[in-house]
């Protein structure tokens, strides 16, 4: 199953991505979005670590090995940039889920993956993986940190109704060069709609994970060692 910008589940649209340690629904994200919340302060360029070519991403994605994953082959996106954006009702969440996605038309990417993740019982989770040059990806983090600074809410249309998000900002984890996590919820006649993010920039790289649950069945978050282990492939193909 093809990663998408926005990923379905009860006819609803959810946009994807991870995380640990909720903040609370009854904070608002200008008031955890803040920098001290990333794990790390985005350096001036990312020189240090070099592009990765689509089929070096390809080459560093996570293995699926777990007798309970189906396995899935690593895709390469070949559409860069796309118009959601805009069917987002509020402009700062519409640039929080292009940039987390590598949507954005004011930063492409030139090398962009897609990798799904089925485990047993599961609505699944999925990453992206988008490699830019010269200093794009912490441009393209920035972006990120921006819209989750103000994004609270949002509308976006659907098949059969319309879809209603609420963001929440959880703690950071401490991966890669700077990091965010947040997740959505929104209602469903199936019960809370929840998609949770994990973005990771590490070096010329920016990572999303998403983990898709749905009335409080499923796991809740993209497993950490996954999310850590993958971070460390992306490392290691920089170096």
């Not at 699944?124 to 990806?137: E, F, V």
Request: glycine share 8%; charged share 15%.
């Amino acid at each position: 199953m093809p990663i998408r910008f926005a990923l379905r589940a009860s006819g609803v649209p959810a946009f994807v991505a991870v995380a640990g340690c909720g903040a609370g629904p009854g904070k608002p994200a200008a008031e955890l979005a803040t920098p001290e919340s990333a794990s790390a302060s985005p350096s001036a360029v990312a020189s240090a670590s070099r592009p990765l070519t689509a089929e070096q991403l390809v080459a560093a994605a996570l293995p699926q090995e777990s007798p309970d994953a189906d396995r899935h082959p690593v895709s390469v996106r070949k559409l860069q940039v796309s118009d959601r954006e805009d069917q987002v009702s509020d402009p700062a969440c519409g640039q929080l889920l292009a940039a987390a996605h590598a949507w954005r038309p004011s930063q492409p990417a030139p090398a962009v993956v897609n990798q799904t993740f089925n485990w047993k019982d599961d609505n699944g989770g999925a990453s992206t993986l988008a490699s830019y040059g010269n200093s794009g990806a912490v441009a393209v983090f920035a972006e990120v940190r921006e819209g989750l600074s103000t994004c609270r809410y949002y509308e976006s249309p659907a098949p059969t109704t319309t879809y209603k998000g609420t963001v929440t900002v959880d703690p950071a984890p401490r991966l890669g060069d700077e990091a965010v996590q947040f997740e959505i919820t929104a209602p469903t006649e199936a019960g809370p709609h929840v998609t949770q993010y994990t973005v990771v920039r590490t070096g010329s790289v920016v990572a999303t994970f998403t983990k898709l649950s749905v009335g409080g069945r499923d796991i809740r978050t993209f497993p950490p060692a996954m999310i850590a282990q993958q971070i460390s492939l992306l490392q290691q193909a920089q170096s």
